[in-house]
């Protein structure tokens, strides 16, 4: 059961989302996009190409092997 105060801010948010244009949007997953990598860089002390692995090597965890990824996981 979710709770009315949830349902409204999911609602808010959803009319704010539905009044950008395109290119809002982007620009918004662009910018959120680097502030969260930019708190785990800090959080756990990595430069960006550590944080990105680690970040990738999160996201296989528990996933069958692929046949069609590169070793490198691409």
Do not use: Y
């Not at 990738?56 to 996933?63: I, P």
Request: net charge positive; hydrophobic share 45%; aromatic share 2%.
């Amino acid at each position: 059961m979710r709770s009315a105060s949830i349902t409204a801010v999911n609602n808010r948010r959803g009319a704010r989302l539905a009044a950008m244009t395109p290119e809002a949007r982007v620009t918004l997953v662009v910018r959120l996009r680097e502030e969260g990598l930019a708190s785990f860089m800090a959080t756990h002390g990595l430069d960006r190409a550590a944080a990105v692995a680690r970040i990738k090597a999160t996201r296989r965890l528990g996933r069958r092997p692929s046949r069609s990824a590169d070793a490198d996981g691409h």
